[in-house]
């Protein structure tokens, strides 16, 4: 097990900004890559609650998440340095490509790559969720909420807000009764 490390502001911009820079597209999988694995600034379990909770928010998660590690390490001044390196090569990418998507939107090849990207994200999320799953504790509870969750929003098409609203305070309050993973 590696020991966590605290980055100092610039670690934290550049961290944040090799994010933006390589997952563009995508970049929870290159987040915990960077966040974990490469830099241990966070555990995998940490990575994962950071990651819920970024999705219970408004907002995209990777910037919630961005916040969230910027403040807990240098406040308010962290969380708007991580947010601008997340944000700053993808800003600047994308104005390019918009730009040449104006002029090439009609090409064929174009529209071919354009279908051929979205099997690779989903490869990518897939793999980053297999990974994540394979190193959280083994409890019925998690599971059981992730399946009910996965229901209710695929399967019976309710509306995620209501999802939500219903299985977030089960999931807070089985987690407060059941807190070292009794189920």
Known sequence: MNTLIIPDKK????????????????????????????RCWLTDTEFAELLALGQVLPGPNIVNMAVAIGSRFHGVAGALLAVAGLLLAPLVLILLLATLYQHYQQASWLQQLLAGLAPAGIGLLLGMVL????????????????????????????????????????GIGLAWRYPQGGL
Do not use: C, D, E, N
């Not at 190193?135 to 399967?155: C, D, E, H, N, Y």
């Open 11 to 38: 670690a934290l911009f550049r961290g944040f900004f090799l994010i933006g820079l390589s997952g563009f597209g995508g970049v929870l999988p290159q987040a915990q890559h960077q966040l974990v694995q490469r």
């Open 131 to 170: 990974k994540l799953a394979a190193r959280l504790p083994r409890r019925l509870l998690p599971w059981l909420l992730a399946v009910l969750t996965f229901i209710a929003v695929a399967g019976v098409h309710l509306p995620l807000w209501i999802v939500l609203l219903v299985l977030a305070p089960l």
